[in-house]
């Protein structure tokens, strides 16, 4: 406040003592008066102050005139600490302004830091997770660049590299099922990601022989803040492990069951010939006969488990009439459903023309048709039907017996399944037949469901494509 009060006595000084010759020094008080404006302290000094200093500045020319002054004169000497006044308060708002917004930036480069600081938080937190679950992990881009990795991705960056890169070969080394068949470019699950797909399961081999990985993988699109796609996170899972202990096992099962067969069908053929044997007493004709029934149920057995093995089950699809096969069927089944008391009917269209598996869609049949008879022991009705459309067919095997809860019905295709209520009926059965139906409705490239309601009945209906399976079937 000293220095601007200083500054208005100087100015009256020299522009007093120079009147004559310099009358214009006065307007040297504007920056004084802009010094006081612009700090901010003491509002009403300052302001008294800018008009104060300037007229006290310009009273020694009026009190020279006097009492010959002139009403401009007076004007003047008004006006003058008026501008002043005008100019300070001009200033001042301005200042306060400017202070505001000073502040308001301030806050809100707070509040950026802070959102900042947030936002590394949950990318730590992120990464951190990311990097502790025991999956590759990788986000892409719509160009498919890579925008986020975890270390378990960049332990497999090697191998899927390789297999996503640009030149063609290093393309050859991602490979379908067959772990022979390199992908081609749009069925790399990347490409397929970038390019909007959502699969989960999708199983690839990675790498060259001796050394290649089973991966599975699956992809979700990642979403703008409108919902269009920006990109996709594709998973990367090690399965190799899992598929080798599954494909061994599945060939002990196999070798397992084609060594009981021999033996059994020795057994049955001579249990044929023995009870060919006129002279054989009764009682003993009745004991091997359950010899030979039981035999016969477990070389039953063993024919469910050769063909629960996938390597053992091969589809040859041809152009086949299913209201045939149909047929066939409940012809095949009309006994067992006389002796447990069931209505059997069917309403397919004839002919009704599909490109399968003759004798895999009749065995697929014919254990749906047969469950349908043996779970329901009360009684009832067992209905076969079918519709067609141009690009589908479908069969659907409906019965009026026991059910079974939701829960179950999502797993009766599972291997061995047998539903708790079936186990306490004492219905025989392994619980393989639902699980071959599924495996060969699968080769057609078709599905199968199941709805059903515990005392309710069970629909089973499979759909199948009308110009056969696609070509990576």
């Known amino acids: 406040m000293i220095i601007p009060v200083l500054d208005f006595v100087a100015i009256g000084l020299l522009r007093n003592g120079a009147a004559p010759l310099l009358p ?61 006044l005008a100019v300070s308060l001009a200033i001042r708002f301005a200042s306060v302004n400017l202070r505001m917004q000073q502040r308001e930036l ?4 707070k509040e950026l830091r802070e959102l900042l600081d947030a936002s590394n938080k949950r990318e730590r937190l992120l990464q951190t997770v990311l990097d502790a679950t025991d ?32 030149a063609n070969q290093e393309r050859q080394a991602i490979y379908a099922l067959d772990k022979r068949t390199p992908l081609p470019p749009e069925k790399h699950p990347v490409q397929r ?51 080798e202990a599954l494909a061994a096992n599945e060939e002990l099962v196999s070798n397992v069951s084609h060594e009981f ?23 003993l004709v009745q004991r091997l006969t359950v010899v030979q029934r039981n035999s016969e ?18 589809v040859h699809p041809k152009r086949t009439d299913l209201a045939s096969l149909v047929e066939t069927s409940v012809g095949s089944a009309r006994t067992q459903a006389e002796r447990a008391n069931i209505r059997l009917t069917a309403d397919v269209p004839s002919p009704l023309w599909a490109y399968a598996d003759p004798l895999r869609i009749g065995q697929a ?21 079918a519709w067609a459309s ?60 199941c709805h059903s309601g515990e005392g309710q009945g069970s629909t089973f209906t499979l759909t199948l494509p009308a110009d056969g399976p696609p070509p990576s079937f």
């Open 106 to 109: 301030a806050q809100k480069d």
């Open 24 to 84: 214009g020094l006065a307007v040297l008080v504007v920056f004084p008066v802009i010094w006081l404006s612009a700090s901010g302290m003491l509002t009403r000094t300052s302001l008294v102050l800018s008009f104060v200093g300037p007229l006290l500045i310009m009273l020694p020319t009026l009190a020279q005139k006097w009492p010959a002054h002139t009403a401009t004169d007076v004007t003047t000497v008004i006006l003058f600490p008026l501008m002043m």
């Open 365 to 385: 049949l014919d254990n749906l048709v047969s469950n349908a008879i043996k779970y329901s022991p009360g009684g009832g009705q067992v209905s076969i039907s």
């Open 390 to 449: 141009d690009e589908w067919i479908r069969l659907s095997v409906s019965d009026t017996g026991m059910g079974m809860s939701t829960e179950d019905a999502a797993k009766v295709f599972k291997r061995f399944f047998r539903t708790e209520t079936a186990r306490k009926s004492s219905i025989s059965g392994a619980g393989l037949g639902l699980s071959i139906t599924k495996m060969i409705v699968e080769r057609h490239g078709g599905t199968i469901t």
């Open 297 to 314: 149920r477990l070389l039953a057995l063993v024919s469910d488990l050769t063909a629960s093995a996938s390597a053992a089950l091969n």
């Open 135 to 166: 999956v590759g992990i990788i986000a892409v881009d719509p160009q498919g660049r890579h925008l986020l990795t975890n270390d378990r991705q960049r332990l497999f960056h090697e191998l899927v590299a390789q297999g996503e890169g640009t």
């Open 193 to 243: 990601a970038v390019d909007g797909e959502s699969f989960a399961d999708y199983l690839v081999w990675i790498g060259e022989d001796g050394d290649q990985r089973a991966i599975s993988t699956a992809a979700r699109p990642l979403l703008s803040g409108e919902g269009h796609p920006n990109g996709a996170v594709v998973v990367y899972s090690d399965v190799t492990s899992l598929v």
């Open 261 to 283: 067969r021999s033996p059994l069908n020795s057994i049955l053929g001579n249990m044929d010939l023995i009870l060919e044997d006129p002279s054989l007493p009764r009682e």
